[in-house]
């Protein structure tokens, strides 16, 4: 019995709309109520590069520039008024929960699984780690994803039309624009899918799918050249993308390939290889993340860089193989409690990010600047931000003519940067004092410090708990 069979049955046997709408709503409740509780813990919005695209947006609202295009789209919000603070807590909850849904739909529809399967892939997908860890911060490649997992459900190889075509080709200029390695697997899924239908002997489709492979390449090279005056050529992707080989480190290398694959997926793991099946998306889309993330250890001599990335990006692969090994176990009674223990484990490795409990997870340092102990942070403590937020509005009310601010990069200056339109000079490893011996060169009329309290000589105008806003000199 094939896919679509499978699934016309089970849409015959469940055909009751009172049950088929509580489905579909318990696949969107679950990963909403999952990804809002950080958010829920935390006045400012979380994510160590949530910031930085406010940063960015609030810069590309003064140019012409398309690129980075998740940052122009906030760019254009932000002139309309829209506070962008407030949409980052809400757009990341949204993103992750359609990410989770539509993966649930495809299992439905495409794949022919029923809904009480569906539900442990809602779950698994809900408190996968590597899902929460880029819905975290990662949100223009979090965005590009759920145009992808849209572009699949629409699944244009077998329900193909002139109206599904043109959806399709605005999804994939999306994703172009978006995120380059999200790109990067949907073009190796067009390209296999045009291979599927040379082999059909489907002349309609394969231009299609050559249509999907190349105008987004097209588009991006359009976008790079009204940006940057440039485009992205083929030597610069090469020198962008490999990583030169070092032979004394190539143990390090290795070591710190598979610790980091152990650490994020040690409980996915042993149930993939069990649950694995072809599927004409899923596939290309593990093979070439996989790829990229071995060419590490293969062949050091010309691998990808940032191979951490491509190894988090298999985690929508991953969790449908993780899924399904768990479904074939749930067919037989005996085997429930096995299941229950296999989803309690997966819960607990994510419920722990949520900022809830202690993470339920294997020690190890890989964690520390890739995969945040809690969710709850973003470039400092929540507290630490809230207090930030608060000295720069004191400033904005106390400053005039050239004043300045001295903080700490990346802690405190970009809520700063964002929020203020005053020069900044900001410090990391050191204290600040050259930072403010750099600033009264400059001549500042006032220099504002925001550091912790006992540590800055100057006069302290504003505390909170921890941190304290300081005046070291006015020149009038």
């Not at 088929?20 to 979380?46: D, Q």
């Not at 223990?341 to 990010?353: E, K, P």
């Not at 400053?399 to 300045?404: E, K, L, Q, T, Y």
Request: proline residues 5%; hydrophobic residues 50%; aromatic residues 14%.
């Amino acid at each position: 019995m094939n896919i679509r069979d499978r699934y016309l049955i089970n849409t015959l046997i469940t055909s009751n709309p009172a049950k088929t709408r509580i489905f579909y709503l318990t696949c969107f409740i679950i990963p909403l109520i999952v990804r809002s509780i950080p958010e829920l813990l935390s006045k400012p919005p979380i994510g160590f590069d949530t910031v930085i695209y406010l940063v960015q947006a609030k810069q590309l609202s003064s140019t012409p520039s398309m690129l980075p295009f998740f940052s122009k789209i906030l760019s254009i919000l932000y002139l309309s008024g829209i506070d962008l603070m407030l949409l980052m807590k809400i757009i990341p909850v949204i993103v992750f929960t359609l990410i989770v849904f539509l993966s649930c739909l495809y299992a439905w529809r495409r794949l022919g699984w029923r809904r009480s399967e569906i539900i442990i892939l809602c779950l698994v997908m809900s408190f996968s780690t590597a899902m929460l860890r880029a819905s975290w911060d990662l949100h223009r490649q979090s965005l590009a994803t759920l145009f992808l997992i849209l572009y699949m459900n629409i699944d244009l190889f077998v329900y193909f039309s002139k109206r599904a075509f043109v959806t399709s080709f605005i999804l994939v200029i999306l994703v172009s624009l978006l995120h380059e390695i999200v790109l990067a697997v949907l073009s190796i899924m067009n390209i296999y899918l045009m291979l599927l239908s040379v082999k059909e002997r489907s002349f309609k489709k394969t231009i299609a799918f050559l249509t999907l492979v190349s105008a987004p390449v097209m588009i991006y090279e359009l976008a790079m050249y009204a940006s940057y005056s440039k485009f992205a050529l083929l030597t610069d992707i090469f020198e962008d993308l490999l990583s030169r080989f070092e032979p004394s480190g190539y143990q390090n290398v290795v070591s710190h390939a598979v610790g980091i694959l152990v650490a994020t997926f040690w409980y996915i793991l042993p149930l993939s290889p069990l649950g694995f099946f072809h599927d004409r998306h899923l596939s290309p889309w593990l093979l070439l993340t996989l790829s990229a993330y071995l060419s590490e250890v293969l062949t050091p001599f010309m691998s990808i860089k940032m191979a951490e990335r491509w190894m988090l990006y298999m985690m929508v692969p991953l969790a449908f193989y993780a899924s399904n090994a768990l479904r074939k176990l749930s067919t037989s009674l005996n085997r429930k409690v096995p299941v229950f223990i296999a989803l309690t484990i997966i819960s607990l490795n994510g419920f722990g990010m949520l900022g809830i409990i202690q993470p339920f997870r294997l020690p190890s340092e890989l964690y520390i600047g890739f995969i945040p102990s809690t969710m709850v942070f973003s470039t400092s403590k929540p507290e630490h931000v809230e207090e930030v937020i608060e000295f720069t509005r004191v400033i904005k009310n106390l400053s005039w003519g050239n004043a300045c601010i001295v903080t700490h990069d990346p802690w405190f200056s970009y809520w700063v940067q964002y929020l203020t339109d005053l020069k900044i000079y900001t410090f990391s490893k050191t204290g600040p004092d050259p930072a403010i011996s750099e600033a009264e060169t400059e001549e500042c009329n006032e220099i504002y410090v925001i550091w912790f309290k006992g540590q800055v000589n100057g006069e302290l105008i504003s505390k909170g708990n921890e941190l304290g806003l300081y005046r070291v000199q006015t020149v009038k």
